[in-house]
């Protein structure tokens, strides 16, 4: 090897980065080359017989054009989806070896590329790399066709042979040289890079060979040849361009044809693939594309061979949009300006701008870096292209995202922008059976706005949306990991939580902070007050829509019932449901007075009068018709609504009773308390306030409470029970028997009337009456040792009035006497019960114990 040689071989090997390595490359072929042509007798004479004298300047400079514009203007054809590019650089050279000496074309073929490379702006490493090969090249050419052949007048087989064949080696030893440079900059090669190598290579040198040898027949072949081989390259460039055309046209129907399969899907997904579509149509490396829409900007980014993503995602290039009102075709060649900044900055070679406002949209389509090789070049028929194109993907954005706001509508709240509870309810199906594995269940809870309707009726819709809207951005930004937060309700936010780290109720108690501030409303501060319902998704097979009734009705219960937070369990289920949405009337009732009091007799049996009569409230429902107190008293009880009620009825049965007694008919009336009356200590003053306001004497009012309503929490409730008694009201014990009160306790009690349970008294009218006679035998005893009265209740047959008669009874109470009737009746009722022979006063029973002095108070009269 020589020494020259071995030395660069080792630099190449020493260099330390791909950029040395490529430069000591260049510079070892500059050499060699050079080498070769002055080593190498390659001579002045022409292998043909050329243009000589005055002709010989004309036809190097044709020679010098021919060459420069065969390198600036690659071309390209399509075949099975691949572009390959071909110049006519190789025939251009065949030509020049065969017609002009060798020398000349060797420096001709340099200089068109060193030109070509300027103007393209290539870089400096890859300009003098390319320029070293192309000298190699020429001189490896030159130098084996002036070896093998001989100057002659004519080509022969054999000189058209061995041009081809040397043409052809030398273009495998440069593929072969600019795979090393490969290797040099990007590493390793397989064993495709080589086969697409040099098959394209192998055909193009042949294409290029017989399209050179060609032409050298012609031109020898006179003017006639000369004529035949412009007319020969005029239709080649026309027929070349009519295949570009067809080609478009062809691709464009494809693509109109892609945008209708396409157009099924949507959103991002669409517009990447049309995106897709645009940039391979028009063989750019890179395609961008900005759209400002409805639903803010999109940035999108198609590159040759990788899959199209979010411009702003990680892996791919960021968009970098050109300056405003760029569109058109942005190349190195234009003078310094804004845009030929961006190219840079973007690093692109080459671009086309689409500015999509010309189409009605608002955005701009990037397509840069023509494919193809160094020197494609976007040209005006890529422009008017792109712009068709960029016309249907401005009409299919607009349209995706028509479909996407209506789907997005189907899914949302307009007023919050919160999924709706559709969505939650999709979210929510998911979720269903809860993630393997995990410590606590998915949860939903609802939070909802308390008296939501009064802040609507009163200060109108836009402060009720105000409200709502404020709330959701609090929930939105409470420190609840995971959750998904929808709108369930006109007032009602619903969170979803799939893995909750904490219990429902301390979730609940992070929830319920977005009332802890006031809801600004204008000019105004306004406290809300929120209730929370909650349900634990269970594995017993209810559906996303039950799961989410199941959280209403925990919240519906939470507001009803005034408690902050109720978790939903399954008594809250069924019945109970009805029985709540029965509490939004109950309000309504109580609000207009709708509730009246009926009266029901009490009988003395020793005198075989009405002394008194019991007070039991009625509720004439608008839709349902009449609601026993048994299912609306405990529902007011769970509701905090008791103490309204008891009011109501306290004052209209000691009204009522006063004015019987203005009317000559002196009764004792008994008002029924719930247990949660007796924990009240407003009580006593309640009840005083009602005597006071009817001018009732406080020994016609009688107050019955429930034995286990006693037992709660008797600390609580024997000082309230005092105070009422030292009003001179009596107590009576309702009931009686269902209890677990021990008798003796009674003694502690200040009480003055136990009434037997209804159960014992129906069980006297049995033929067995057996147990239920001494339980009341027993506590007719008992009551009687403690100066306490007894009354039977619900005594039906005449069989338990004489069973009672003979246990020495004092009152009877039951539908046998009266049901309980209107107070307009009871006059009626009372005469009528004092001229029944079957009620009139017997010796036996009804001898009303001694009056006991009660720890408080006294008994004035009996009931
Ligand atoms: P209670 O205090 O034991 O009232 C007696 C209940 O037995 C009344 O039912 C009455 O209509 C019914 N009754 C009377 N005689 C007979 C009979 O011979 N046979 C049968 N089967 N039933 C009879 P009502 O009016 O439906 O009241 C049910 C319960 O509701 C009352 O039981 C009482 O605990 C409660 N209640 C009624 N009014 C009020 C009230 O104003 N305040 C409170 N806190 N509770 C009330
Ligand atoms: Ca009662
Ligand atoms: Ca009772």
């Not at 060699?32 to 080593?39: D, K, S, T």
Request: glycine share 10%; hydrophobic share 50%; with cysteine.
């Amino acid at each position: 090897m020589h020494p020259l040689a071995r030395a660069l071989a080792r630099v190449v090997v020493a260099a330390r980065t791909p950029a040395a390595a490529t430069a000591a490359l260049s510079a070892g072929l500059l050499c060699l080359g050079c080498w070769l042509l002055v080593v190498l007798p390659v001579g002045d004479s022409t292998l043909l017989p050329g243009p000589a004298g005055a002709a010989l300047p004309v036809a190097l400079l044709a020679m010098l054009a021919v060459l420069l514009l065969s390198e600036l203007g690659q071309a390209a054809v399509e075949l099975r989806q691949q572009s390959y590019g071909f110049s006519l650089t190789g025939s251009a050279l065949l030509v020049g070896m065969l017609f002009l000496p060798p020398h000349w074309v060797v420096a001709l073929r340099v200089a068109s590329a060193v030109v070509a490379f300027a103007l393209q702006r290539s870089s400096a490493l890859k300009a003098s790399y390319n320029a070293a090969a192309y000298l190699l090249d020429a001189v490896l050419v030159a130098v084996l066709l002036h070896g093998l052949l001989e100057p002659a007048r004519s080509l022969t087989v054999r000189a058209a042979t061995v041009t081809y064949l040397s043409l052809a080696v030398v273009d495998v030893l440069m593929t072969a040289l600019v795979l090393l440079v490969i290797r040099i900059n990007v590493g390793p090669l397989e064993w495709s890079d080589l086969t697409e190598a040099f098959v394209p290579g192998a055909v193009a040198v042949a294409v290029a060979s017989a399209l050179g040898l060609v032409c050298v027949v012609l031109l020898l072949a006179g003017p006639v040849g000369w004529v035949l081989l412009v007319l020969l390259a005029a239709g080649s460039a026309a027929a070349y361009r009519l295949y570009l055309t067809l080609r478009r046209r062809h691709a464009d129907l494809q693509l109109v044809q892609g945008f209708i399969d396409a157009s099924v899907g949507g959103g991002e997904a669409l517009a990447g693939d049309l995106l897709e579509r645009v940039r391979s149509l028009l063989r750019a490396g890179t395609a961008q594309l900005v759209w400002r829409g409805g639903a803010g900007e999109v940035r999108l980014h198609a590159e040759d061979g990788t899959a199209v993503g979010a411009a702003t995602g990680t892996g791919t290039r960021p968009v970098v949009v050109p300056p405003e009102r760029t569109d058109g075709l942005v190349h190195a060649g234009l003078p310094d300006g804004p845009q030929a900044r961006w190219l840079t900055e973007a690093g692109h070679r080459d671009a086309l701008v689409v500015d999509l406002g010309a189409m009605g949209g608002d955005g701009v389509l990037v397509l840069a870096d023509r494919l193809g090789g160094e020197v494609s070049r976007f040209g005006q028929e890529d422009l008017s292209l792109a712009r068709a194109l960029a016309g249907h993907l401005v009409v299919a954005l607009q349209n995706t995202e028509l479909v996407d706001r209506l789907r997005w509508d189907a899914t949302h709240d307009a007023l919050t922008g919160l999924p709706n509870r559709r969505s939650l309810a999709g979210a929510l199906e998911l979720q269903l059976g809860g993630p393997p594995g995990a410590v606590r269940r998915p949860v939903v809870l609802t939070v909802g706005v308390d008296r939501f309707d009064e802040v609507h009726d009163v200060l109108g819709q836009q402060t009720a949306d105000a409200v709502v809207v404020e709330l959701a951005r609090r929930v939105r930004a409470l420190p609840l990991p995971g959750a998904s937060v929808a709108r369930s309700g006109p007032s009602e936010l619903a969170v979803l939580l799939q893995a909750p780290s904490q219990p429902p109720v301390e979730l609940a108690e992070v929830l319920a902070q977005v009332s802890h501030d006031p809801v600004p409303v204008g000019e105004v501060l306004l406290s809300v007050g929120v209730s929370v319902g909650a349900v634990e998704v269970a594995d017993d097979g209810a559906g996303a829509e039950e799961v989410l009734r199941r959280a209403d009705t925990a919240l519906f219960a939470a507001r009803a019932t005034g408690s902050r937070f109720v978790l939903h369990s399954r008594s809250l289920d069924s019945g109970r449901v009805e029985r709540l949405a029965l509490l939004g009337d109950l309000h309504r009732a109580l609000d207009e007075g709708a509730l009246t009091v009926h009266y029901q007799p009490k009988l003395h049996l020793g005198t075989g009068t009405v002394t008194g009569v019991e007070a039991l409230v009625r509720w004439e429902h608008p839709v349902l018709g009449a609601v026993g107190p048994a299912v609306f008293v405990p529902l007011a009880e769970s509701a905090g609504l008791v103490d309204r009620l008891t009011d109501h009825v306290l004052a209209t049965a000691v009204a009522q009773a006063r004015r019987w007694a203005d009317d000559g008919l002196p009764l004792s009336v008994a008002v029924n308390l719930s247990a949660r009356c007796l924990d009240d200590d407003t009580l006593p003053q309640r009840v005083a306030g009602a005597l006071a306001g009817a001018g009732l004497d406080p020994a016609r009012l009688v107050l019955e409470v429930t034995e286990t309503s006693l037992m709660g929490d008797p600390a609580r409730t024997l000082p309230v029970l005092r105070a009422v008694a030292a009003l001179g009201v009596q107590l009576s014990l309702d009931d009686f028997g269902t209890g677990y009160s021990s008798l003796a306790y009674l003694q502690r009690l200040p009480v003055h009337e136990l009434k037997v349970d209804r159960s014992f008294v129906q069980a006297l009218e049995q033929e067995e009456a057996g147990t239920a006679t001494a339980l009341v035998r027993t506590v007719l005893g008992l009551a009687t040792s403690l100066g306490l009265r007894v009354v039977a209740e619900g005594v039906e047959s005449a069989r338990a009035l004489a069973a009672l008669r003979d246990l020495g009874c004092h009152l009877v109470q039951g539908y046998l006497v009266s049901r309980p009737v209107p107070p307009d009746a009871v006059p009626d009722v009372v005469r009528a019960v004092a001229a029944d022979p079957a009620f009139a006063g017997g010796q036996r029973g009804g001898a009303l114990p001694a009056p006991r002095a009660p720890s408080a108070g006294a008994v004035v009269a009996a009931g």
